[in-house]
């Protein structure tokens, strides 16, 4: 069959976008590597995902919360940390002078809930943010204002070298594993 010139520009064309779909499975690929890549990246995803998602619940770094942390022990307890991960996941670590409620016992007993009301502030944290964001916003349901939700909780809490009571942290899920640094995995 003879090839007729006004097909070679189609041709060119359909190889222009096979290249570029191609290129773009390429980068695809490689994003995805970098994901999964490890601790810090997959805590970074996490603390991009949950402000986004809870728009409504003020988030602060770990490095904000390791400060009031530290306002706590130079004085009276201004900052109440609450850990509301399972019995499990508190057993393996937590951070030191932390409060324990889990999610699915909210909401906390009287004397806890006191404790709340009468604290200058309140520190949510669960292993990477997603159940602290939704008791953030139950406890501001409740009247407690100045609720913070710690973005990327106890892994990014951990990673970064703050005190907790165990060596390891609980993963939550086997899934999640990959976002705390490996010498922090049970």
């Given at each position: 069959?003879i090839e007729k010139v ?68 130079d004085g009276p307890e ?60 139950r406890l501001a349901d ?45």
């Open positions: 069959m006004t097909d070679r520009p189609r041709k060119r064309k359909r190889a222009l976008v096979i290249g570029l779909v191609m290129s773009g499975v390429f980068m695809l690929a490689m994003v995805m590597a970098l994901l999964l890549a490890g601790d810090i990246v997959g805590v970074g995803m996490a603390q991009i995902y949950l402000p986004a998602r809870f728009g409504d619940v003020e988030h602060i770094s770990p490095e904000s919360a390791h400060r009031m942390f530290q306002q706590n022990s201004k900052t109440v940390f609450l850990d509301v991960r399972t019995a499990g996941e508190w057993a393996v670590s937590h951070i030191p002078g932390a409060e324990h409620c889990p999610e699915d016992s909210f909401p906390p007993g009287d004397e806890l809930m006191e404790k709340l009301k009468r604290a200058e502030s309140v520190v949510v944290y669960c292993a990477a943010g997603y159940r602290s964001a939704r008791v953030c916003r409740k009247g407690i204002t100045q609720v913070y939700n710690m973005n990327g909780s106890i892994f990014a809490w951990a990673n970064q070298g703050f005190p907790i009571t165990g060596e390891k942290v609980h993963p939550y899920m086997e899934s999640s594993a990959w976002m705390l640094k490996r010498e922090l995995r049970p």
